[in-house]
């Protein structure tokens, strides 16, 4: 089977090249390269000792996108690609929009063309907007997102809904993302941002390395157990394993299944400094700072709709993935470009 992954360079799309490689199935990366680098394939070849088929292109445009079709026999598609940056969502949110859901419906159209049936969605747990109770469940009411690119994802699964409501052959797998950290344990691929980091375990990783200073810590007056934002993180690899069992999933069933990757368990911002620490043996220097504004101050997922589904549940603590992260940083100061 071939599997398109629409930015599949990026982080979580090159973790899952690689098990889907691992796996058997072949693999296509439409990707252009807008916050990837073209050295991830090498990487995966030399991890794999395979090469994922590549095509530089902007994956809402069509006419690009449909020589991918026509030159492969595509079985499913994994979608990856898209804007990311919640900051910069609010900033530009018509950029934000016109990209996510402009590829989406361009890939939608393609999969009807050629006649493939498989779609599954890098969709996030932002879909559950700001009051949801936790632990979410994929049962619960979505939407009230706190920003423009958690709005393009809630807008997504509707736009990929509607779309198998109309088509009885369309199987659709929403993934419910938390907060995937770690790297591949080769510490040849990982997540490689550009810029000063947003998220907190890059940048962790470069307070480690030298490059950044200390931590600002967004907030301890929250209502947490020691007063700091409440994730659930998990490891990029566990989730590629996920969209593996997806896949699989996708080709016996029919209709939309909305899934949530979390582990479960839920950690504190000083949580996660505590266990970097621990397994690296480096000290992490922060200082606390006012909130930030958008964040949510505690969610964890209900993992266990994965469990009954695709038999999936993370198999990575806390410590393999602040060890991962570190191991990657650490072979790869400036990322890919080396
Ligand atoms: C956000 C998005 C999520 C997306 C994820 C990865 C929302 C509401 N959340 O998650 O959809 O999948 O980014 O792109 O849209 N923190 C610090 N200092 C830092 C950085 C972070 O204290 O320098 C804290 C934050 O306040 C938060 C936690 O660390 O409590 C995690 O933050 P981050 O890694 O940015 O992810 P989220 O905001 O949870």
């Not at 570190?326 to 100061?333: D, F, G, H, L, T």
């Amino acid at each position: 089977m071939n599997i398109l992954l629409t930015g599949g360079a990026g982080f979580i799309g090159s973790h899952t090249c690689v098990e889907l490689l691992n796996s058997g199935y072949g693999v296509v990366i439409a990707d252009d390269l807008s916050n990837s680098k073209i050295q991830v394939i090498d990487r995966i070849e030399e991890i794999t000792g395979k090469r994922p088929v590549f095509y530089k292109i902007d994956v809402s445009d069509k006419p690009a996108l449909d020589v991918v079709f026509k030159e492969n026999d595509i079985d499913a598609v994994v979608h990856f690609a898209g804007y990311k940056a919640v900051g910069e969502s609010c900033t530009k949110p018509l950029k934000y929009y016109r990209n996510n859901l402009d590829t989406t419906l361009t890939l939608l159209e393609l999969m009807e063309k050629y006649d493939v049936n498989s779609f599954i969605f890098s969709s996030s747990a932002t879909v559950y907007g700001a009051d949801a109770p936790v632990p979410y469940t994929e049962g619960m009411q979505t939407g009230g997102c706190t920003n423009p690119y958690g709005w393009t994802k809630y807008m997504i699964e509707q736009i990929l809904k509607d779309a198998s409501a109309a088509n009885e052959k369309l199987s659709v797998v929403l993934l419910r993302y938390f907060n995937p950290i770690g790297a591949h344990s080769s510490g040849k691929i990982g997540e490689d941002p550009s810029g000063i980091p947003n998220n907190l375990l890059p940048y962790i990783t470069q307070v480690a390395s030298g490059k950044l200073s200390e931590l600002g810590v967004f907030g301890n007056d929250y209502e947490t157990h020691d007063g700091t934002g409440v994730r659930d993180y998990i490891h990029v690899c566990d989730l590629a394993d996920g969209h593996v069992l997806s896949v699989k999933y996708a080709a016996e069933h029919k209709g939309v299944q909305e899934i949530n990757l979390g582990t479960g368990v839920g950690y504190s911002v000083l949580d996660v400094v505590n266990a970097f620490e621990q397994a690296n043996d480096i000290k992490i220097p922060y200082a606390i700072k006012p909130r930030r504004d958008g964040d949510l101050p505690e969610y964890y997922a209900d993992a266990s709709k994965a469990l009954k589904l695709l038999g999936w549940s993370a198999k990575r603590d806390l410590k393999a993935m602040c060890r991962d992260s570190w191991n990657w940083q650490k072979n790869n100061p400036n990322g890919y470009e080396y």
